[in-house]
């Protein structure tokens, strides 16, 4: 979850991490349990979220800070860099965040790894307004992110497979000098995050969530062709879409002295597969999930839960 919203990306494995920047983040927080049911249908193993710090409202005079990481990467001799500027005055507040990073040839003790560069960049916004009664913001995000596949990782058959084991390095003949070029085969990925969100705090006991969001992920595979330049037409080249609605409303009885919190989330996905062999076009799905969690604690610190959740989804 990056600020209230859960990455919808297309991850097919182990090398495919998620589309987002932690750098831009001042909260971590690792969900499980009962609680995981608000986040929607796969999330019962477990959630981590990752959340900015509010907004600066509330200032008599506009008040403006930021600051700046720097870090180096020895082994790729890679540079990165992050920054966040945030400003407040009053009832408002904004807040800008920016994060590159670029890296070349990884190195193992005995040999260099050609082609296992990276390159990242992203950028996000805040913009928020705090009420007597609501509480409204509008967060936007974009990351961009290529990195290089191994040369050497690339076998067309089981017994190539074997004989690169058997040598127990590449040849020497084939490993390059160090350099940032990626070329193909390669791997990259575009997400693109909207979101609005508005708080309605009816009284002190009752508060009402709206929250939209929309999610753009482009991931493009490319491959060594027998022709260079058909190298750089992508073997997958697929866009998913995804938008969400939420409500979420949140309860303390004082009498019973419970509390109660019952949201309905609705998704829905389109796939777009361009025009490539060995692809297949994904079908819609749409997902309504609505759920109620209610708990109650004693005053010796005796606490019950109750828990119920209806997930159910349509291609």
């Known amino acids: 979850m990056n600020n209230g919203v859960r990455l919808e990306s297309q991850s097919w494995g182990a090398d495919h991490a998620p589309e987002l920047d932690y ?42 800070k930021g ?17 966040t500027v945030e ?16 890296g070349g040839d990884y190195s193992t003790a005995d040999y260099r790894l050609n082609n296992t560069g990276y390159n990242t960049i992203s950028l996000s916004g805040m913009l928020g307004y705090e009420g007597k009664h609501i509480t409204a913001t509008i967060f936007s995000s974009i990351y961009y992110q290529r990195s290089g596949i191994y040369y050497a990782s690339k076998v067309s058959d089981l017994d190539q497979l074997v004989k690169r084991f058997e040598y127990g390095r590449p ?20 997400h693109v995050t909207l979101k609005g969100e508005l708080k309605w705090r009816l009284n002190a006991n009752h508060q009402v969530d709206f929250t939209l969001s929309f999610q753009e992920n482009l991931r493009q595979e490319f491959e060594n062709r027998k022709k260079a330049q058909w190298s750089w037409i992508p073997m997958q080249d697929l866009i998913l879409k995804t938008y969400k609605g939420d409500v979420l409303w949140h309860a303390k009885w004082k009498l019973w002295k419970m509390t109660t919190d019952a949201g309905l989330s609705n998704t829905y996905q389109t796939n777009y597969n361009y025009p490539a062999p ?26 019950c839960r109750w828990l119920w959740v209806c997930d159910t989804t349509s291609a």
């Open 23 to 64: 750098t831009g983040s001042s909260m971590v927080e690792v969900v499980k349990g009962a609680e995981c049911i608000r986040y929607g249908f796969g999330a019962m193993g477990g959630v981590v979220l990752l959340n900015d710090a509010p907004l600066p409202w509330g200032n008599k005079r506009l008040t403006t």
């Open 67 to 83: 600051n700046v990481n720097l870090g180096y990467d020895t082994n790729a001799r890679g540079a990165s860099g992050s920054a």
């Open 87 to 102: 400003a407040g005055y009053g009832r408002w507040g904004a807040r800008v965040h920016g994060m590159y990073t670029k």
């Open 171 to 190: 040849d020497p003949q084939t490993i390059q000098p160090f350099s940032y070029e990626i070329k193909p085969p390669f791997q990259q990925s575009q």
């Open 278 to 303: 060995n692809s297949l076009p994904l079908c819609p799905t749409l997902q309504p999930s609505p759920w109620v969690d209610t708990s109650y604690t004693r005053q010796n610190g005796a606490s």
